[in-house]
């Protein structure tokens, strides 16, 4: 057999050994998992073509590239802010925030006010 570690708080440890009423946690923790009609958590994802599309999104732009760079200038103090760049930082920000809201939909999350 392989052992398995499993962290509990004080009173999650408690009801656990209140539900295996007399058998052993492993055997209790075996039987709940290994159970025939034992019922899984469902996908967290609520809409998977949302998520999707939010993630194809993602691959399409180069968000995490141009980031990188404006960091870099940042830091070396190179980062010039003209009204070009300030309208691309502004395109930037709309389609986080487009991928944002995607994502929440399709997790089923309801978006919440900023």
């Known amino acids: 057999m392989s052992p398995l570690t499993l962290r509990l708080t004080p009173e999650e440890r408690t009801r656990l050994e209140e539900l295996a009423a ?23 994802v ?13 691959g ?23 009204e070009a760049e300030k309208a691309q930082i502004a395109e930037a920000n709309a389609h986080l925030a487009a991928i944002r809201t995607l994502l929440l939909e399709g997790l089923g999350k309801k978006r919440r006010a900023s």
């Open 60 to 82: 399409q732009s180069r968000i995490a590239s141009n980031l990188n760079q404006l960091a870099y200038h940042a830091n070396i103090g190179a980062l010039m802010v003209g």
């Open 46 to 58: 609520q809409d998977k073509k949302t998520v999707a599309e939010a993630l194809a999104l993602l």
């Open 22 to 44: 007399g058998m052993t946690l492993s055997a209790y923790v075996r039987a709940c998992v290994f159970a025939e009609n034992a019922s899984r958590p469902k996908s967290p």
